[in-house]
C-alpha cells in the first residue's frame, strides 16, 4: 500500500501572518510509516545525487535532514538563521541541575 505523503501534511492558513500559509508536517511526524516512508524517498533522490552533506534548515530541516542525510549515507548540516546560533559561552564555570561544575 502506498503511503499518501501529502495526506500527512496539514496546511495552515494565515499563520504566522495573514496572507501566509504554513504546512504543519507533525501528523507526518507522528505516522512511523509515512515517516520511514518519507525519509526513504527523499533519500534515494539524495542519493542519486551522491552528496557530501545533506543541509537541513532550522526546525522541520533539523528533524528530517538528519534522517535523510543517515539513510543516504552522508553528513548532515544544521543550518541556521542569522543571529539564531547559540551565544559564545562564557569562560566562567557553570552548575549543572546535577549539581556537577562544568567550565565553559
Avoid: N, Y
Wanted: positive net charge.
Amino acid at each position: 500500500m502506498a503511503v499518501q505523503l501529502q495526506a500527512k501534511i496539514r496546511d495552515v492558513p494565515d499563520f504566522p501572518t495573514p496572507g501566509v500559509g504554513f504546512k504543519d508536517v507533525s501528523p507526518l511526524l507522528a505516522d512511523p510509516d509515512a515517516l520511514a516512508h518519507a525519509i526513504d524517498q527523499l533519500a534515494d533522490w539524495s542519493r542519486a545525487k551522491r552528496p557530501d552533506v545533506v543541509v537541513g534548515a532550522e526546525a522541520r530541516g533539523f528533524i528530517l535532514g538528519a534522517a535523510i542525510a543517515r539513510a543516504a549515507g552522508c553528513g548532515f548540516v544544521p543550518a541556521r538563521r542569522p543571529g539564531s546560533s547559540r551565544p559564545r559561552r562564557s569562560a566562567r564555570p557553570t552548575r549543572w541541575s546535577t549539581g556537577r561544575t562544568r567550565s565553559s
